[in-house]
């Protein structure tokens, strides 16, 4: 496959929706400039080994590349918490991505499909299963575009992440910052995978959302800001 060209891409806002149960991680909000950060963790790990797994792997996170303050939990974490058990669509697990919409919707019909899958898989039982958060931030850098489907259709099958894993691979070996793509499952909207923390900054919190799992998909969103109930088409 051919590099992809490289565009500019500039968005007043991002939408990212996480799981509402991970809690900051103290070292990332810290005003600690992140290039010591080896060294308190290791301090830190002397008297509390647990704090180690809190952190996560940091050697996955130049430290050029790294963000602290208030915050930053949210723009590191994907990244020092990767894990082949995870894989997705532009990574086999063994690196992180920050992924993103232009819109709510993409954020929202992205994670109700990877949502669902997980519900099936594990044979969950019906109800309101869990509550998520909603991160807000920006984003203004030089990225691959690979949003022509028709240029790079292999990148797009449902299902078959193969051929973008390889392409982001090979990109993020090159220092790219990230690919802009359009979103597989809201297709009028546009997503991104950002390779490394300061590309995605340091987003803020927005709106809860909680998902119902009707034995078969999640059929239902909550907005727990607004208390409004929207039922999920396919």
């Known amino acids: 496959m051919e590099e992809p060209p490289i565009a500019h891409v500039t968005w007043e806002k991002t939408h990212r929706i996480i799981r509402s149960r991970f809690p900051p991680i103290d070292l990332f909000e810290d005003i600690a400039d992140p290039t010591d950060w080896e060294a308190i963790l290791s301090a830190e790990a002397k008297t509390n080994p647990r704090v180690a797994a809190s952190v ?29 058990d995870r894989p997705s669509r532009f990574s086999d697990g ?5 992924y993103a919409g232009d819109r ?26 869990s509550d998520f958060r909603e991160l807000i931030g920006s984003l203004d850098s030089d990225l691959h575009d690979v949003s022509d489907k028709s240029a790079f259709e ?13 392409l982001a691979s090979e990109l993020r070996n090159k220092s790219s910052n990230g690919l802009h793509y359009r979103s597989v499952r809201y297709p009028d909207g546009q997503a991104v995978a950002l390779f490394w923390p300061d590309v995605a900054g340091i987003p803020k919190q927005g709106q809860h959302f909680s998902y119902f799992w009707d034995g078969s998909a999640v ?10 109930v929207f039922t999920v088409l396919e």
């Open 94 to 98: 063994s690196y992180g991505i920050y």
């Open 56 to 84: 996560g792997m940091l050697d996955l996170v130049p430290p050029d590349r790294r963000v602290s303050g208030d915050g930053a939990s949210w723009a590191m974490a994907p990244f020092v918490h990767a894990s082949p």
């Open 154 to 166: 292999e990148l797009y099958h449902p299902d078959d992440y193969a051929a973008p894993q390889s």
């Open 104 to 129: 709510i919707e993409v954020a929202l019909f992205e994670t109700i499909y990877h949502h669902g899958r997980f519900m099936a898989a594990t044979t969950e039982s019906e109800g309101w299963t």
């Open 219 to 228: 059929s239902k969103v909550k907005n727990l800001t607004s208390d409004d």
